[in-house]
């Protein structure tokens, strides 16, 4: 079949994307199959399969209602806070079911932090903010570094570092979220899960947000989902694009994965008619 | 250039929804001085009838026969004594019910919806009735006597209900982002609850608690029922008879003596003080601690 021909003034840059052989080659975070994910008995979700490998940024994108801000939850087990939201199928991090009866869903989320579309910092200090995680988890070693640190990795450092003792509340949207994501970094986890983490920011803090993924993506392994596609193509690596197909009778709507792939390939030479049209802005 | 039409005379003329607009407002205004006017007119009455017996000895000295020589320390005392007894129960009972109900309860189970429904009915049920309970079940089932204890433990059965209802407010005035953020970061339930949810809720349930209390230290009603009596010519202890000052004042109304009139006028000025520096506290700990999400 003939790959789908795309207008090229109408697609986004892929900037910074890596190989899909190259991601390929790299270790397995996750490794996702028929996973569905229904909130008291209504299907949100089926059939999803994919893999998310280390080092890398994987973005998920789609339309409202598509599942996946859904589907990010299901990584740090986020959706066990929802009454009545039951997950099937298996999710695998580093071969280990997420799942499991015997796994605490506390120990998941030390590893695989989250950072929230709005901005959440506690009603605390910026130094509270980022100590929390380190005190609750009972980490050892000099608080006052580690607080250092995580700040300076979430860019962050130079603006707060003279009034670490002033309220988190008192700084930008911008820097609120680098603060979130500063605190997630301070548990030292393995995993960032961002959950449209610039869509109520403005373009220059976006901006700064996505640098900062580029940097982050050589220790950490970031899954983020965006609604944004130009976003999904200046900073993801792999690309999947969820989409909604609603019943026959018009009653239920649920998601699923439509296609998964190198950003590039996503952006360029999608295989599925509905990624094209997506992606050129014809639907969606 | 056309000249733009000569508009109509916009002067002259009161359409009638005009003197509506105009009548409704002057309505609410009356009745806001009803309101505050009777108000003020006790308040004012209450203070000049009462500032003559204002004194040291009032404040001091033990109730007697004798008005001029009679004074409310007792009751002073144990007043202030209920309303510690109430704070050191109340607070915490009512703050660990609304934590329940508020974060653990789950709502499908018809025993918790019971429980929330016959909360806020609690909390309209006639002081009287508590006292009633009181009398049967503290004073006389358990054995607790006609003791300042027992009268702490009243008052704090008529204000739980209210700690709660506030505690309840200010637990779910605090965003669910902030409950989510603490458990991104691998947070326990009860981490979550204590170090972040229980901190962003203390003014308000500060604030509840505190006007809670400065309605049971002007409840009269129960604490008449379980035996707050009128002479008591001695500091009152935790577990000894006892009169409180709301107690103590309605007595003075009774006696026939003009000069006891002016002492219960006296005693309600200093029953008024501490309730308003209470509630003053409690507008003092919104402003000061309120949030901003």
């Known amino acids: 079949m003939e790959a789908p021909r795309i207008d090229s003034g109408k697609i986004a840059e892929v900037s910074h994307g890596l190989e899909r052989a190259e991601v390929e ?9 028929d996973l569905g994910v229904a909130y008291s008995g209504n299907v949100a979700l089926q059939d999803v399969n994919l893999e998310v490998h280390k080092n890398t940024v994987t973005a998920f994108i789609g339309p409202s209602g598509c599942g996946k801000s859904t589907f990010i939850r299901c990584f740090n087990r986020m959706n066990d806070l929802v009454p009545g939201a039951k997950v099937s199928g298996t999710v695998l991090y580093h071969g280990q079911d997420l799942y499991a009866r015997d796994v605490d869903a506390v120990e998941i989320r030390r590893r695989i932090g989250m950072v929230f579309q709005k901005p959440n910092p506690f009603p605390k200090s910026i130094y509270d903010n980022v100590a929390f995680g380190p005190r609750v988890l009972g980490m050892g070693g000099s608080m006052d570094e580690r607080v250092e640190q995580s700040l300076r990795q979430a860019a962050l450092w130079d603006e707060v570092k003279d009034r670490l003792k002033d309220g988190a509340l008192g700084l930008s949207g911008g820097q609120q979220q680098r603060l979130c994501i500063a605190r997630a970094l301070a548990v030292e986890p ?4 961002m959950d449209e983490p610039a869509s109520a920011l403005d373009p220059i803090s976006t901006t700064r947000i996505e640098d900062l993924m580029h940097e982050l993506k050589r220790n950490y392994t970031i899954v983020i989902v965006t609604h944004n596609m130009q976003q999904a193509a200046r900073v993801a690596d792999m690309t999947a694009f ?31 008619k509905r990624t094209e049209d997506y992606v050129t802005g014809r639907f969606g | 250039m056309s000249a733009v039409a000569a508009p109509g005379s916009i002067a002259g003329g009161k359409p009638r929804r005009l003197w509506r607009n105009r009548i409704f407002k002057l309505g609410m205004l009356g009745c806001m001085f009803v309101a505050f006017g009777t108000l003020a007119v006790l308040l004012i009455d209450t203070l000049v009838t009462g500032w003559p017996a ?19 320390r007792p009751a002073i005392l144990a007043t202030l004594y209920l309303g510690a007894l109430v704070l050191f129960f109340s607070v915490p009972v009512g703050v660990l019910t609304a934590i329940y109900l508020e974060e653990y309860a789950n709502r499908e189970r018809w025993w918790n919806r019971m429980i929330e429904v016959n909360i806020q009915n609690l909390a309209a049920v006639p002081a009287i009735v508590y006292g009633i309970l009181g009398l049967a079940f503290i004073v006389r089932g358990i054995g607790v006597g006609r003791v300042v204890l027992a009268g702490g433990l009243i ?14 407010e200010a637990i779910r005035a605090v965003p669910d982002s902030i409950r989510q953020g603490a458990f991104a970061l691998g947070a326990t339930k009860w981490q979550v609850v204590w170090r972040q949810v229980l901190p962003a809720s203390i003014p308000g349930i500060a604030t509840g608690s505190i006007l809670a209390l400065s309605r049971a230290v002007g409840e009269t009603a129960p604490l008449i029922m379980v035996g707050a009596i009128t002479y008591v010519a001695f500091n009152p202890t935790l577990f000894g008879p006892y009169t409180a000052l709301p107690v103590q004042i309605y007595n003075w109304t009774k006696q026939p003596d003009v ?6 006028a006296a005693g309600a000025i200093i029953l008024l003080v501490i309730v308003l520096s209470m509630n003053a506290v409690a507008i003092f700990l919104r402003n ?6």
């Open chain 2, 54 to 72: 204002l004194s040291k000895q009032l404040l001091t000295g033990l109730p007697s026969t004798v008005a001029e020589e009679a004074g409310a």
């Open chain 1, 190 to 193: 393995d995993v960032i899960l």
């Open chain 2, 288 to 293: 000061r601690y309120r949030k901003q999400w």
């Open chain 2, 259 to 264: 000069d006891f009139q002016t002492l219960a």
């Open chain 1, 242 to 272: 969820f989409s909604v197909i609603v019943d026959d009778d018009g009653a239920g709507r649920r998601g699923i994965l439509v296609e998964y792939d190198s950003t590039t390939k996503i952006f360029t030479t999608p295989s599925d």
């Open chain 2, 155 to 168: 008052l704090t059965l008529v204000v739980l209900p209210t700690v709660v209802v506030a505690s309840r």
């Open chain 1, 25 to 33: 080659s790299r270790e397995k975070v996750f490794t996702v199959s």
